[in-house]
């Protein structure tokens, strides 16, 4: 059973910064990609940062303020926010796409969300 757990998210001023993490749990034969998303109240779920192979994707609207990273070693990936916005809010979420066994194909999984609140 695979499950994805992340923290880090609170209530941080207009400017500030935090560090969400997401820790990956269970049978674990490979990680091909991690995702983090948002969705604010009435609004799409949207993907804000993604790694995979070593390579990284930005949504315009968090380039050069967020930073996304993992450690292997740890199953754990981080998506690092600075200069933090109002628009920033919402809950954030964290994707991967894990093959379970040598066996087994590639499967979507999700973590239960953590909250994320800009405001002064």
């Known amino acids: 059973q695979v499950q994805l757990v992340e923290s880090g998210g609170g209530l941080v001023q207009p400017g500030g910064s935090l560090r969400l993490s997401c820790a990956v749990s269970?049978?674990?034969?490979?990680?091909?990609?991690m995702r983090w998303y948002h969705q604010a109240p009435g609004k799409q779920r949207e993907l804000v940062a993604s790694?995979?192979?070593?390579?990284?994707y930005y949504v315009d609207s968090v380039k050069g303020r967020f930073t996304i990273s993992r450690d292997n070693a740890k199953n754990t990936a981080y998506l690092q926010m600075s200069t933090l916005k109002p628009e920033d809010t919402a809950v954030y979420y964290c994707?991967?796409?894990?093959?379970?066994?040598?066996?087994?194909?590639?499967?979507?999984?999700w973590g239960q969300g953590t909250q994320v609140t800009v405001s002064s």
């Open positions: 994707n991967a796409g894990i093959q379970p066994t040598s066996t087994q194909t590639i499967k979507d999984y």
């Open positions: 269970g049978s674990i034969f490979s990680i091909y990609y």
């Open positions: 790694i995979a192979s070593g390579m990284t």
